[in-house]
């Protein structure tokens, strides 16, 4: 199957000034980041707050241009933000946010926020039509009078849901489209994404923090650390037998219902895109990390199983150590 | 039987006539680790914040909060002043907004110490820093001079439980601590309170959503659904086998980890607005084994077995057939 999505290294900086009059630091929330995503198929990207997973997605939609590489959508470089080629093209590719209710307008009825995507991309509208893609989220045609306020989390998320569909996209960007729900209804939304592609066949590009949704959404997963992919493949391979050290720990630390032995916990806080470790950037907090992890950045590569893995431990390259002690620690603080 | 730390009885509470707990029992024994779990709206913070004479004065609130003995509804300030913090602290799930941004963290802990302990100065700024270094801050001397923006959120968290600690408290309700914190530090902080759990012997109360955090974490759990008390068992119970059908359908809505991937068995609809709740079962409308009789009266808590409880006309495992008797051909 051709790929509909293709990242190449991508690479993004900002500035950001501590202080007043403080020099300004280079942050870099994205260090390399290639993905391939194929048509009806789901990619989950998974990481802890700031490691880049939200900058992916903005990237490949074109909200935000790279500072390195580039994205093809359907074999086509995307083209430049704000030209009307890429609004075009932005009616193939839609966003669904975290929260539904900063997503919407407060002021505009269901039915006109859902009807707008048409409307900006000049097509015809019927109330009928309205009606049918209200219905194909599994609202009633009759919430199109309604307003955000009115309707509960779940209902609110099918909306906007309903509003990104408009446009008959091939690819959707969820950004952490579960997250502000409960837990009931985060089931009702996972299964109406997988109902949703099975019929359209739309790609999926599926942010989340949650490893159990993840594996229930995606075909492959990708796992994310301050700003670059540390490992990849089959979500079960991945979830069930983590290669890199960092996923072990993000694996281990799922809460379990029916666990209660040990888990890895791993020390130290996430890092700050501002100060990143020389190196491996998970070096600081790894527990097999060894001398040569804080010299050389290890490369995103196979192995003999396909598995996508960068960690020079995990590739048998150098043995596993017990750690390195964290002298950065208080040179960032 | 013992008497419990805090005991709760008949416990209700409204806003501007609206129900958000409609009578809750509970009970915390000394030590004990006990969970309320539910979703948004389900009165599982708001049972604490009565209890703790938190709730803003147009809160309603009637039923009966003791600690050991002593009755907390309506209790004059002086008296809550001395229980708040000092026999009951409580944490919150943003800790950013719970700390005071403009003022060092070891001032901070140390307004606890005089407030609690009447620990001033030197001895303050010791105690504080030993408060530190129990939850695992690093370098715990020279943070005392951070201000909250400096710190990360897992290290503001145990922040808040350093002041929580301070008054050496006998029970500590966490509301939602993990909530805001990434995966790996939510296994951190989770690890803290075990931790200080064996160490002093405290009760904890853990309010949350997740309950995986809640399986791991305590001892007795309280499933919430519309203000009530729904199910109450031990935790390894809850999990193997839950009693209520609302219980049973949020374990059954968790994605799993292994198996094939097949569509969740999602609980339908939502939860009922308090403006519109059924005058019988409140889960009623969204269960699998509603019956008639189930939306006469709410269900009292009964026991199904020694120590498990549930609000069910029809408790039971999940594949029992449903009690309405179903339009087969005679």
Redesign the interface.
Known sequence: MSALLKAEGLVRRYEMRRGWFGRPVEVRALDGVSLTLEHGRTLGLVG??GCGKSTTGRLVLGLETPDEGRVTFEEQPLPAPGTAEWRRLRSRMQMVYQDPLGAMDRRLSIGAQVAEPWKIHGRQTSPEQVAALLRSVGLRPDHAAHYPHEL????RQRAVLARALATDPALLVCDEPISAL???????V??LL??IQAERGVALLFIS?D???V??MSHRVAVMYLGRIVEEGEP?AV??DPAHPYAR??V?????????GR?I??QG??PNPAARPAGCAFHPRCPVASARCAAEIPVLKPRADGRLVACHVAHGEIPAGSGLPAPT??KA? | MVEPLVAIRGLSVSFDGLPALRGVDLTVGRGEAVALVG??GCGKSVTWLAALGLLPAKARVSGSVTLEGTELIGAPPAVLDRVRGGRIAMIFQDPASSLNPVHRIGRQIAEALRLHRGLDGRAAREEARRLLDQVGM??AR?RLDAFPHEL?G??NQRVMIAMALAGRPEMLVADEPTTAL???????I??LLAEIRRDTGMALVLVS?????V??TCERVCVMYAGRIVEETAADKL?TGPAHPYAQ???A??????GP?R??????G??PEPWAMPRGCAFAPRCPRRAEACEAAPPPLAEVAPAHRAACLYPGAAAVVSPVPAMVPA
Not at chain 1, 152 to 155: D, H, I, V
């Open positions: 802890e707050s509960s989390g779940g209902q409960d837990v009931s209804i985060q089931a009702q996972m299964n997988s109902e923090h490893l159990r949704a594996r229930q079960d979830l069930h720990a993000l281990s630390a799922i809460p379990h219902p029916q666990r209660r888990r916990v791993l806080d996430p620690l208080a603080a | 979703e948004s690093p370098d020279r990360s897992g290290q990434d995966v790996t530090i939510q296994a951190q989770l690890e959503h997740d309950l995986g955090v399986a791991e999990f359908g949020l374990l809505a968790l994605p799993p980890m292994t991937r569509p969740l068995a999602a609980i339908p939502g939860v």
